[in-house]
């Protein structure tokens, strides 16, 4: 509905120099100026500062603009501002048009005059589109006042605890039988050295006892529909093949399995080892046991010794029930909060490190558990024992491996991990802790010691007598029968070719995006960045939101970062998920498709492309005969558009990419400036 | 054909890879050539096969269409319904003469910024080669 | 082939039970080649009804034509089902109605009727010359028996049946509530040959045959018009908001008319051929269709009009789609 004659204000942003020293702004402003329904045209250093909008408000109000051109940024930067600014100023906010001139245009071309040119055209476009821009009406849903959260680990915690303190609901999930994530498996935290358990234990209690929070620990997404705030999710909950509310944690089964003691303990990364029916670590949460549906005789082979599962006959609460199934739970939630962490590199990728065929190469991770008060050998640093406990050795020589999977072109992994460098730094120091005549030697590439303590740290674990050399080792092999490994390395600050001695190497494993990964992108529709994490919403700007509104990243799954950085990570999202909920509204897509119900032949194929099942064929009284045509349900459009591309007859339009707004463009653009 | 000639392209780029992609290429200030002038659609799906004959009959030279790589559209689907419209239209206008050049869609994620630089300098090359579109572009009428 | 009074009977008994509103079919036209397409109502014009190597019409074309009136108020709609004579190939567009639910299949009443062939006015003009008196023309298995002008030949198929009827696949109607006649044996086969060759040639070449065959359009719209699968209620080719091609009959905008028609097309022609015998200037619109035809079959393995439970091609999608071309 055109009910005044078009009165285009057009605004040209010199972005301090980012645009006006390629593109001559002025003379886009003289071009502007003369294209019809144009009545002003007009730079400005930084259109989205305050006088900039400033400028924009007074020209609606004075010049009685009705449309408003704005040439700067990408829209995907800026269009939320200006619309805001024309919502200001009392016009409606869908008569915005940008023109990209900056991103598209002075950043990537360096010809001024061709840049200037292309300006010139890109605002002709816009100005176009413009003239047959239509009022737009934004409509408000209620917020489901309640989020789900993917990942127990320390992001998922934190996240889930701030939002439970804010008074909502929280559906924290979990894969692994228990929360804590990788953070339970360290020993020490750097640079400040607090034991990692004495952290995070008191905040993994809390989860499952907060009013708040239900827990569903050994479950998995299955699948999600809706939108921001009115999303509804399918829950999983493995059978663990014993009643959650019998299960008194004591832990007599597990001590009774027939395989007790034989199967390697994921959480003790290998070195321990565990029985069918266990809890992953003493401090779990919840402490219910769990029974391995692949290990467990019983369930794999459908019989375990003669007297059947000891499990069961020991089992006082009565808590085993071989006969358990998965149960399916729907939730309601309003926003979701991915965090679903990471993956440590698997070393086997790198031959050359001898990891494989060699006990005494192990990884970072491992070694955690092998230092650990907690773990295997009760702290104690010993390598090589066997399943029973029994052999290994103290090892006297040890050699720290920097960058293992990380900055590494030719395993696909070019970021840096983040956290190997001190994490190797602080196992170093902790080992000369507990083997002062020990001798060792860490090789590194760069030691990247950036974050808050860290530098004093590195310098005060090299002043304790350990050896850092500048190179990257080709190749460890072992020497002989016995332990003894070789590490071949060129010291690069000397230029020297080196063979080091080691009877144990702990190599700096880096981090990856989860092997997983592709499942939760197919379920969230989340992109990935180059190193494959998960792709933020803006490097910037808006790093713990994602490209789907009322879904939000935290921790590592969006790239390697230490404890600190996931903590105030997942805070950021916590409060990032807040505002829908805290608001309890949220807009819903104003840009969304319409029938001409006149046009429109009830063929159907905007049914069958539209993706959220948002266009249903109903009757039509036309003129007396029924007659089926397409309608649109507002609530579940988001605006794609691919209704327009399947109609013949072009009766089902999205507003602000209707035909009749993209080919006046197509016009402008297909014109060669001679 | 002479090297002097700078073929007019329009592209269609779909707002959440695509047009990302195009926007990170100019966040990294990646240079690249200036020949194809974007028109922003929310999906790939979006772009009617006949936009692509109206900008051949408007003058534009070529026509690109980019969007997220298959199974990574934002909208779940578009992008394969885009695909399967485009391949027809692309024979289509081939039959009729068309430089199968002219016309070529490219996947292009948010993240892709580089690979952006290279749809443009190819399409750009070919179009190129190709030489200026003047089978059916419609007579500019000044009245 | 069927007993012209098994048909007439058979129209006699539906029009006379009050179930339908309408039967289209053929009747003896007033001159030449080509009998007419008729729209009956009442049992009493039943006798009129014919099917001979004439009837080259589509019938189907006129069941989403139907102008709905407005209903006046206290009346209701009549919406008795509509019934129709089909060869195979209009058999085909009927399918393909039911794939885009232009109607339901309990609103057609479908007499299918088995055909040899039929022919081609061109050619036949070319032998015979102008017909002032209706023809009559009989396809058999080994040749035509034709009528013109108080006398009767044979001559062979290749000689004076149309194209599609040389490369029939579907001589039974592939749909049908009265199947009338006997079944037809399949004579023929469709290689595309022709459209291969066309293939071969440079983008020059085809650019030269098409500028010079798009040149001749007139834009009358005949082509649209009779297509059984042009029933919008607004087309964009004359649409004015927004316009996507102008009404000018140059090149430009012939080219694009001609294109947008074809598009319109992917994945739903049938290939009745009705646009290009329509076609007072002989521009060989089938060209493009059956270009778009073949491609479909290459590549998505799709044939339009065969299953009505078949998605509409570009309605639906598979992962596994060709990826040529894409960068």
Redesign the interface.
């Known amino acids: 509905m055109i009910n005044y004659r078009p009165r285009i204000g057009v605004y040209i942003c010199h972005c301090g120099i980012n645009i006006a020293a390629v593109i001559d702004v002025k003379a886009v402003v003289e071009h502007a100026s003369k294209l019809p329904g144009v009545v002003v045209a007009r730079d400005y250093s930084y259109m989205c500062s305050d006088p900039g909008q400033g400028m924009v408000r007074e020209d609606i109000e004075k010049e009685k603009l009705n449309r408003v051109v704005v040439a700067s940024c990408s829209p995907r930067m800026h269009e939320p501002t200006f619309r805001n600014t024309l919502k200001d100023a009392g016009l409606n906010p869908y008569y915005l048009e940008m023109a990209n001139i900056r991103e598209q245009c002075s950043w990537v071309h360096e010809d001024p005059a061709i840049a200037t040119e292309k300006a010139k055209k890109l605002v002709e476009a816009a100005v176009a589109k413009a003239l047959l821009l239509e009022a737009l009406e934004e409509k408000e849903v209620d917020v489901t006042p309640a989020c789900l959260i993917i990942g127990a680990g320390i992001a998922g915690i934190q996240a889930a605890l701030d939002i439970a303190d804010a008074g909502f609901k929280v559906y924290l999930v979990e894969k692994n039988p228990s929360v804590g994530g990788h953070m339970a498996q360290l020993d020490k935290t750097f640079p400040t050295l607090d034991c990692s358990a004495c952290i995070l234990t008191p905040k993994m209690v809390d989860v499952a006892n907060h009013p708040n929070i239900e827990l569903m620990t050994y479950s998995q997404v299955e699948s999600i529909e809706g939108y921001v705030g009115n999303f509804k999710a399918t829950i999983r909950k493995k059978a663990r093949y014993v009643d959650f509310d019998k299960c008194t944690g004591c832990g007599i089964c597990a001590e009774n399995c027939r395989l007790a003691g034989r199967i390697p303990s994921e959480f003790d990364e290998g070195i321990g080892y565990r029985s069918a029916i266990y809890i992953p670590f003493p401090q779990a949460v919840p402490a219910k046991y769990t029974i391995d549906p692949e290990r467990c005789l019983q369930l794999t082979k459908g019989k375990c010794g003669k007297e059947g599962p000891a499990c069961a006959a020991v089992c006082d609460a009565k808590a085993i029930n071989f006969e358990q199934q998965d149960e399916l739970v729907e939730i309601e939630i309003g926003t979701i909060i991915v965090a679903t962490g990471y993956d440590i590199f698997d070393p086997t990728r790198k031959p050359e490190y001898g990891y494989a065929e060699n006990p005494n190469v192990m990884t970072g991770l491992e070694f955690e558990r092998l230092v650990s008060a907690s773990g295997p050998t009760g702290g104690k640093i010993i390598v090589g024992r066997d399943r029973k406990g029994e052999g290994g050795f103290e090892p006297k020589k040890i050699g720290f491996i920097h960058c293992v999977g990380s900055r590494d072109k030719s395993v696909g992994n070019e970021y840096c991990s983040r956290v190997c460098c001190m994490y190797l730094a602080k196992q170093a120091h902790l080992i000369k802790d507990k083997l002062p005549d020990a001798e060792i030697t860490v090789f590194y590439m760069d030691v990247r010691a950036f974050g808050k303590g860290f530098e004093e740290f590195y310098d005060r674990v090299r002043r304790e007598g350990i050896r850092y050399i500048r190179g990257n080792p080709s190749e460890i092999y072992r020497k002989g029968d016995d332990h003894t490994l070789i590490i071949k390395v060129e010291d690069t600050l000397t230029g020297t070719p080196m063979e080091y001695e080691a009877d144990l190497v702990v190599l700096g494993v880096g981090l990856e995006p989860r092997k997983d990964v592709r499942e939760i992108i197919n379920l969230f529709k989340l992109s990935q960045s180059t190193d494959g994490f998960f792709l933020e919403a803006h490097p910037k700007l808006r790093p713990v939101d994602t490209a789907s509104d009322g879904i939000f990243l935290a921790g590592c799954c969006q790239g390697p970062k230490d404890i600190p950085d996931t903590v105030a990570q997942a805070k950021g999202a916590a409060s990032s998920a807040l505002i829908p909920m805290a608001s309890g509204k949220v807009k819903v897509e104003a840009q969304i498709s319409v029938v001409n119900k006149d046009e429109c032949r009830g063929c159907g194929f905007c049914v069958e492309v539209c993706p959220y099942s948002a266009i249903e064929l109903v009757e039509e009284n036309r003129q007396g005969n029924i007659i089926k045509v397409a309608s649109v349900n507002e609530a579940l459009c988001k605006g794609c558009g691919s209704c327009a591309a399947a109609c013949l007859s072009g009766a089902i339009q999205p507003k602000s990419f209707k035909d009749e707004q993209i080919l006046p463009q197509i016009a402008v653009l297909g014109v060669k400036t001679e | 054909m002479s090297n002097d000639f700078e073929p007019n392209i329009i592209g269609f780029l779909c707002n959440w890879c695509s047009y990302a992609g195009a926007d990170l290429a100019g966040t990294s200030r990646t240079h690249y050539l200036p020949n194809v002038k974007i028109i922003r659609v929310m999906c790939s799906g979006r772009v009617n096969p006949l936009f692509i004959v109206n900008a051949l009959q408007q003058g534009a030279d070529g026509v690109l269409i980019s969007g997220c790589h298959p199974g990574d559209c934002h909208y779940l689907e578009g992008n394969y319904f885009a695909r399967r419209r485009f391949v027809l239209m692309h024979k289509l206008l081939e039959h009729v003469g068309v430089d199968p050049r002219r016309v070529q869609m490219s996947w292009v994620s948010a993240s892709e910024g580089a690979k952006f630089k290279d749809v443009v300098e190819k399409i750009v090359s070919d179009v190129k080669e190709a030489g200026p579109m003047d089978q059916f572009r419609r007579r500019q009428l000044n009245w | 082939m069927v007993d012209e009074n098994v048909l007439r009977d058979k129209a006699k008994e539906i029009l006379s039970s009050g179930e339908v509103r309408r039967l289209i079919g053929w009747k003896r036209g007033t001159y030449g080649y080509e009998a007419a397409p008729c729209v009956i109502t009442d049992a009493s014009q039943a006798d009129d009804l014919i099917f001979d190597a004439t009837c080259v019409q589509n019938p189907a074309s006129f069941i989403t034509l139907e102008e ?6 206290g ?1 209701q ?1 009549d ?1 008795r089902k509509i019934a129709v004579m089909v060869k195979g190939c209009d058999s085909r567009a009927v399918v393909q109605h039911l794939v ?3 109607y339901i299949r309990d609103d057609v009443v479908i007499l299918g009727i088995p055909c040899r062939g039929v022919i081609d006015r061109r050619k036949a003009e070319k032998i015979f010359g102008e017909a002032p008196q209706p023809v009559l023309a009989v396809a058999e298995k080994d040749g035509v028996v034709i009528r013109v002008n108080g006398e009767e030949k044979k001559v062979s198929r290749e000689e004076i049946l149309a194209d599609k009827c040389l490369r029939c696949r579907y001589p039974n109607p592939v749909i049908s509530d009265y199947p009338l006649g006997d079944e037809v044996e399949k004579w023929a086969d469709d290689d595309f040959s022709d459209v291969s060759e ?2 071969k040639e440079s ?9 010079e065959e798009f040149s001749k359009c007139i834009r009358c719209y005949a082509c649209r018009n009779v297509c059984p699968m042009c ?6 080719v004359t ?1 004015l ?4 091609t ?1 009404r000018s009959t ?4 012939n ?2 008319y ?3 028609r ?3 097309l ?2 739903r022609c049938i290939e009745c051929m009705e646009c290009q015998r329509v076609c007072p200037m002989d521009i060989p619109i089938m ?2 269709n059956r ?2 035809t073949k ?2 079959k290459e ?2 393995d799709y044939e339009p009009g065969v299953d009505a439970e078949a ?9 596994q ?7």
């Open positions: 709905k009136l407005p209903v006046p108020r009346q709609p919406t885009e639910k232009a066309f293939e983008p020059e070449e085809k650019w030269a045959f098409w500028e029933y919008c209620v607004e087309c964009i649409k908001k927004p316009q996507w102008r140059d090149l430009s905008e080219t694009v001609h294109i947008q074809a598009w319109h992917a994945g060209t493009l270009k778009l491609d479909v590549l998505f998605q509409p091609l570009l309605a639906s999608y598979n992962p789609d060709p990826e040529e071309y894409i960068m």
